[in-house]
């Protein structure tokens, strides 16, 4: 949020939370709501991935996969929406259950790494891994998409590849973008005997593959899985992480049109080459829409050997990158840094950002006594830092209970966070999520992802006249 030019008046402060659109300074505050469990599992079921988007109206859709480990249940994909307030709208989806359809020739599917996008009319689209076999870090099995209208119609159960084309080797670690009008892109990890290469494919809003199967990076070995990010006019970036040599693992990107078209001669650093030196590893990238066509790259970093302790580049740092769009770099970020003693760590972050430019991030901080502190770091439109930097985003900040990576959304409507809690004595996990209030000030119309709504001319008025007498009384 642009920092205001003076002190709101009481009175412009008071129409500002009668529009719901109140500024911020911290995520908790009187605004936001409490966290509710989204799901809560049972039957030796564990919530093996999850996510979530923002809606236009102040709703979220949140996406999780159930696995379990035996064959007396199913895996599942389930959706379900909620209002800003938590409470459920619709009917809970059931997206995709084990052996409703053979998908995959194997009697025993494990169901990972979902992920969700959203256009600005509320349609989705849905990813998810699908394993042969347990749960492990293989990539042997498939990636699956189903899109999801805004009644609730789900359609377009699919592979994310061309099973005609790709015929060998496993795909796995898929995630989704998608733009204004609802085409969108998947990007995901596809892995054969010899190499791992990153894989992306566009489609159209109907589901009708727009691009070929796109190799974006130079074959490898172990790769991790990526991100991806899209404009609302169908530009892409996608980031990956990549090891320069070793004690170096920087992370790339590189930018694609609607048609799977390059639009950079080579991939870049996604930091733009603003962190040297040995021992450097750029981990767990985050990728959303700027404003003005632009792109934000967030992810954890870690450098143990950093000379200067006082340094928050010793040890452990949440760190970002704004890129325009024409590809030049804009600012670079740092959300949250701590020393490193070898028994502490951060989760991988999570970002969001408005159509205004704000940006939210949020990550889990292990403590070098096994807590875990959920933490966030909001930033307005020139990159500076609102309110205080890591700060919490829950009242009892500190827990001893298993935590796993925060998933944000963010539109100019609300902010929400989603992350999985479980008991170190059991597979029983809850689904939380978690909104806020939104950054973005209010304009005079709603557009751009679902934007904060009119402001009447009266309540235009009155703000002037506030604002008038508040500068006429000073004299």
């Known amino acids: 949020m642009s920092q205001p030019m003076f002190r709101r008046a009481p009175l412009a402060v008071a129409i500002l939370s009668a529009l719901s659109l109140p500024a911020q300074s911290a995520l908790i505050d009187e605004e936001a709501a409490p966290a509710f469990v989204v799901h809560s599992t049972a039957q030796g079921y564990s919530i093996s991935s999850y996510d979530i988007a923002a809606l236009p109206n102040r709703r979220v859709a949140v996406l999780w996969t159930e696995h379990q480990s035996g064959s007396s249940f199913p895996d599942r994909v389930l959706l379900q929406r909620f209002d800003h307030q938590g409470q459920a709208v619709g009917d809970l989806l059931t997206l995709f259950e084990e052996g409703s359809l053979e998908l995959i020739p194997s009697s025993t599917v494990s169901l990972t790494h979902a992920r969700l996008a959203a256009d ?17 870090s293989v990539c042997d099995g498939d990636a699956a998409l189903v899109r999801i209208r805004a009644n609730d119609t789900v359609t377009g159960l699919s592979m994310v590849h061309d099973e005609q084309t790709l015929t060998d080797g496993g795909h796995c670690y898929p995630s989704v973008a998608m733009d204004e009008d609802g085409d969108f892109a998947v990007f995901w990890r596809h892995e054969t005997d010899d190499l791992d290469r990153y894989m992306l494919r566009t489609f159209l809003a109907n589901g009708t593959p727009l691009s070929d199967h796109v190799e974006v990076a130079e074959p490898s070995i172990n790769l991790a899985g990526g991100a991806i990010a899209m404009q609302r006019d169908g530009t892409l970036l996608v980031g990956w992480q990549n090891e320069q040599s070793v004690g170096q693992e920087f992370l790339l990107g590189s930018r694609y049109s609607l048609a799977g078209e390059a639009q950079d001669d080579t991939p870049f650093r996604l930091d733009n080459d603003a962190q ?42 949440v760190r970002g990158q704004r890129w325009r769009a024409d590809g030049t770099p804009g600012d670079s970020l740092l959300a949250g ?42 930033f307005n439109a020139n990159s500076e830092v609102i309110g205080e930097a890591a700060q919490p985003f829950v009242e009892d900040p500190s827990t001893s209970t298993r935590v796993r990576d925060p998933r944000v959304a963010m539109n100019n409507q609300l902010i929400a966070v989603a992350w999985t809690e479980r008991e170190a004595s059991n597979n029983d996990t809850e689904l939380k999520v978690r909104i806020f209030p939104p950054l973005a000030e209010p304009t005079r119309s709603g557009g751009g992802g679902g934007g904060g709504g009119p402001v009447g001319p009266l309540a235009l008025l009155i703000l002037l006249f506030a604002s008038t007498w508040r500068r006429l009384s000073r004299h």
């Open 120 to 136: 600005a009319s509320g349609n989705m689209v849905a990813t998810w891994g699908m394993q042969t076999g347990p749960l492990t």
């Open 276 to 317: 040297e030196g040995f021992s450097v590893f750029q981990r767990d990238p985050s990728l959303t829409a700027d404003q003005e066509g632009g792109f934000v790259a967030v992810w954890a970093q870690l450098t143990p050997l950093a000379a200067d302790e006082g340094d928050p580049d010793n040890g452990l740092s």
């Open 337 to 378: 840094g701590r020393q490193y003693n070898g028994s502490n760590s951060f989760s991988a972050p999570g970002v969001g950002a408005d159509t205004q430019g704000n940006l939210a991030t949020a990550w889990f901080y292990r403590t070098p006594d096994g807590q875990w502190d959920p933490t966030a770091t909001l």
